[in-house]
């Protein structure tokens, strides 16, 4: 399954076949349960992701008890929580396994040895932040800019496997709505079950 | 004014004093007057800024015309657009000078040489975007999980001088809301002018 890892890592990087061979054996890979929990709203992030199967959910429950849906990652994605900018670097944010995951797991606390370990890594790590920055700034523009139809049928063109993988309440959360506006905007705009 | 860029850096950065100073001598400073547009929707991005004084706009026209503020740059923060993660690298917004700038002006084709010049850089810039995609985190986390007037509320207790120094209009896509619902909120709840 390393191949995964591996793949994904070569469009970020110049490193060699063989440096990233030796990235990858050198990274645990693990299995959770669906419902896992990895990181709870107030704990202090010490692990980062790499989904190889499965699906993550960042969401949070406020104090009034009202639950958001941030982020669903999925394969291929990487999930770590970077508070360098906040006072309190606990999570404001709960992560959990929204199916059975198997994940590469890495330790936020051996980031810089790992860095001075493989030469390259730095490097492309800063790609893949950089990029995911990108993405992150696309993502929040488009939410900005659109309705939840308009959301609804972005996510239809572009991640429609989520409609069958997630509970539609925690959906309508993610694409700001309540599920009752989603049920009826499924309806209205059809949804890929026909 | 290179002080300032050099007390940012220090929050990021283990270098010492002497290779900061380094750093700030190696790079660019540039005003720019109110208006200009440092990138165009479409056009390839080629710079990447740091301002020391004034504002700048991300902003996009869609095809039918209509305007959306996406994030408002002050002091202290610096400006890049990251197309790591795109298919198309040209950039999908304008950036524009809400006020007179100066700003620090980095070239994206030197970023490597730059890294190899001078150690320690890559990892403060690695830490600057992690810290900047911990912020838009937390940022897209509020306006998805906040009402307009709460999104209001915030700008008031976080960044009260945007009230000041952006034109209403922008302000109000800012917050996701039309000028109308602007106006309506701020009357209710009271601007910082009284």
Do not use: W
Request: glycine share 6%; with cysteine.
């Amino acid at each position: 399954m390393k191949h995964i890892l591996i793949n994904y890592m070569k469009r970020y990087s110049d490193c060699t076949e063989e440096e990233l061979n030796k990235i990858a054996s050198n990274v645990p890979i693990e299995e959770f349960s669906k419902g896992t929990v990895l990181l709870q709203q107030g704990e202090m992030p010490e692990k980062c992701y790499f989904i190889l199967k499965g699906c993550i959910r960042k969401y949070s429950v406020s104090e009034c008890g009202k639950e958001t849906t941030f982020k669903l990652y999925t394969e291929e994605q990487s999930v770590t929580i970077f508070n360098q900018h906040a006072a309190d670097k606990s999570s404001r944010y709960r992560l959990e396994c929204v199916e059975d995951c198997v994940l590469v797991v890495g330790d936020l606390s051996e980031e810089r040895a790992a860095y001075e370990e493989n030469p390259g890594l730095e490097a492309m790590i800063l790609n893949m932040v950089q990029g995911d920055l990108g993405e992150m700034h696309d993502e929040f523009a488009s939410f900005m800019s659109s309705s939840p139809a308009e959301r609804y049928k972005a996510l239809l063109a572009k991640r429609p496997e989520l409609l069958k993988r997630i509970p539609q309440h925690q959906l309508a959360s993610y694409l700001g709505m309540t599920p009752e506006s989603f049920s009826r905007i499924k309806k209205r705009l059809g949804s890929l079950k026909g």
